[in-house]
């Protein structure tokens, strides 16, 4: 029982999401440009002041200490500092979401490098917010993951990332990045009661929020009525 919660929780995770079981199927994902940030902010969700959070770029200690109720904020590295770091395509793509990718891009010699969770006293928190309406089998979900770019391109393609127990499915992206650091949005649907664990969608530019709540997989779960 408790497996199949924590499934729906972080199942409510990346991208305009519909299950593959019955659910309408999405048009043609969008092409929304990219914010460029330099910096990351937010807030973890019942998180004490005082406490360490890190974003897991491999290789550089990106770190910050919370302040009062659990805002953070924490510079991201420039372009010398990601040059190491940077990989190709389908090589740097959410390692934290522990994701497989199928992805094309405009420029074959792009080089990147993608989180979407920060981690702070032992627990990985997600700038996602998930929702469902009283008596409706199904949770929507919507949020940002973070992507750098060594030049400009237009991303495409497919990614399916194992978050244990959920699996997120065929998720299709269409990004257009320029070189930084770009907002990536995320939103969808799981299936209902039928589809827990398995999910589809979308990955796309946004915009940042300063105001952002980050949850962990359990406050998801809370927060989707699952």
Known sequence: ????????????????????????????????????I??????????????????????????????????FSFALPNAAQMAPVSRSLNDGFLKDFNCQTALVSTDTSVQVYAFGSVNSGGRD???????????????????RVYLYSTKKAVITGTLTCSLSPLILKDIRANISVNPGWNVLGIEGKNG?????????????GSKKDENSVWSNTDQLRSQAGI
């Not at 999401?17 to 048009?27: K, R, T, V």
């Not at 330099?38 to 302040?67: R, W």
């Not at 209902?192 to 796309?204: C, D, I, M, P």
Request: net charge neutral; glycine share 12%; aromatic share 2%.
């Open 1 to 36: 029982m408790k497996n199949n919660l924590r499934i729906a929780t972080i199942g409510l995770l990346s991208a305009a999401l519909l299950s593959a079981c019955g659910a309408p199927n999405l048009g043609p994902p969008q092409n929304k440009e990219a914010e460029l």
């Open 38 to 71: 330099t910096a990351v902010t937010g807030t973890l969700n019942g998180v004490a002041a005082g406490v360490v959070a890190k974003a897991p770029i491999e290789g550089l200690e990106v770190t910050t200490t919370t302040t009062e109720n659990g805002h």
């Open 125 to 143: 928190y997600m700038d996602i917010k998930a929702a469902r309406p009283t008596l409706s089998p199904q949770a929507s979900l919507g949020g």
């Open 192 to 204: 209902g009661f039928s589809a827990l664990t398995t999910v589809t969608g979308e990955l796309y």
